[in-house]
C-alpha cells in the first residue's frame, strides 16, 4: 500500500477517533498530521497493520496531550467545553459501522468526565469496537488493567442503549427529540420570545456557556429553567440573539448556530433526559477560538 492511499483510507477515522478523545478539532488534525510525518517515506511494507500501528499512534498521542493540558484546562476561565465539529467526516465506509451517538456533542462533553486514560480505553472499545487484548497492546497495558479501565469509565456515564435495533431505534428517537428542541429554541432566537422553549427544559436544567475570557459571558453554570430564562430575557435586549440563527448537524445531533456575516458568533447543542421529554443541560460555545469550523 501507498503512502498516499494509506492516508486517504484512514485520516476520517482518525480525525474521528482523536477529536472524541481530544474533543478538539484542531487538536486532532495536528495529531494526525503528525502521526502521517512520523511515517512519511518510510518503507511500509515493514508494518504488518498499518491501520492498527496508526490508530495506536493517535491513541498514544491524544493520551499525551491530554496530559499534558491539564494545567491549561484548570486555568481556563469558565467552564471548557469541547469545539463543535459538525464537519466531521463520517461518509467513508468505516464511519458506518462506528457507533454515531459517540460523535454527538453531547457525548464528547460526557466524555470530559473521564480520565485521559479511561478516555482512549473507552473510545478504542465503546465507539470503534476494538478488543480488549488490542487495546491492551496498543496502550501498552494488560488486558486485566483495560478492562478495569474501561469498567471505571462506564461508571461514570451514562448506561448505554442496547445493541441492535433497540440501539438504533433509540438513536433515532434521540436525534428526533434534539431536533424538535433545536427548532424550538431557533424560533425562540428569531422572535425573541423564550416562553415556549423554556418548558422544554426540565425544572433543574442547566445552562453551560463556554467564552474562555474571549467574550462575555457566564463563568460560571447557570441552574434551574427560571434562571435560564431570566438570563435570556436579559441578554436579548443587549443583541445576544441578533443575527442570522440556523441549525447545524453534529454526529447526527442538531444544533443552533448564530451568525454574523462569514463568523459563528454561538453554537448551542443539548442534553436530553432519558425520558427525551425535556432538555437536561444546554450548552453553548461562544469562544470564537472553538467556532472557526462552525
Given at each position: ?255 443552533v448556530r448564530l451568525g454574523r456575516g462569514s463568523a459563528a458568533v454561538w453554537a448551542a447543542f443539548f442534553e436530553l433526559e432519558p425520558n427525551r421529554r425535556v432538555i437536561q443541560t444546554m450548552y453553548m460555545v461562544l469562544n470564537p477560538e472553538k467556532l472557526t469550523r462552525v
Amino acid at each position: 500500500m501507498t503512502e498516499e492511499r494509506l492516508v486517504a483510507d484512514t485520516r476520517p477515522m482518525l480525525l474521528r477517533l482523536a477529536y472524541r478523545i481530544l474533543g478538539s478539532y484542531a487538536d486532532a488534525e495536528d495529531v494526525v498530521q503528525d502521526t502521517y510525518l512520523e511515517i512519511s517515506g518510510r518503507d511500509l511494507s515493514d508494518i504488518r497493520q498499518p491501520k492498527a500501528y496508526l490508530t495506536k499512534a493517535v491513541a498514544n498521542r491524544c493520551l499525551n496531550l491530554l496530559k499534558s493540558a491539564r494545567k491549561t484546562r484548570e486555568s481556563y476561565i469558565g467552564p471548557w467545553l469541547p469545539e463543535p465539529a459538525p464537519a466531521l467526516p463520517s461518509n467513508d465506509p468505516e464511519a458506518l459501522a462506528e457507533k454515531r451517538e459517540t460523535l454527538s456533542y453531547a457525548f464528547v462533553v460526557l466524555l470530559q468526565r473521564l480520565s485521559p486514560e479511561e478516555r482512549v480505553a473507552f473510545v478504542l472499545r465503546e465507539a470503534l469496537g476494538y478488543a480488549y487484548r488490542d487495546i491492551a497492546a496498543m496502550l501498552g497495558k494488560s488486558e486485566t488493567a483495560c478492562r478495569q479501565t474501561i469498567s471505571r469509565a462506564r461508571r461514570k456515564l451514562p448506561p448505554p442503549p442496547a445493541g441492535g435495533d433497540a440501539a438504533r431505534e433509540a438513536a433515532g428517537e434521540d436525534a428526533a427529540a434534539a431536533e424538535r428542541f433545536a427548532r424550538q429554541f431557533l424560533a425562540a432566537c428569531e422572535t425573541g420570545d423564550f416562553r415556549g422553549f423554556v418548558t422544554s427544559l426540565s425544572a433543574d436544567a442547566r445552562l453551560v456557556t463556554d467564552a474562555g475570557g474571549k467574550v462575555r459571558a457566564a463563568t460560571r453554570v447557570i441552574y434551574g429553567s427560571e434562571r435560564i430564562e431570566a438570563l435570556f430575557r436579559g441578554i436579548a435586549p443587549k443583541g445576544f440573539f441578533d443575527g442570522e440563527a440556523s441549525l447545524i448537524r453534529q454526529g447526527g445531533q442538531i444544533g443552533v448556530r448564530l451568525g454574523r456575516g462569514s463568523a459563528a458568533v454561538w453554537a448551542a447543542f443539548f442534553e436530553l433526559e432519558p425520558n427525551r421529554r425535556v432538555i437536561q443541560t444546554m450548552y453553548m460555545v461562544l469562544n470564537p477560538e472553538k467556532l472557526t469550523r462552525v
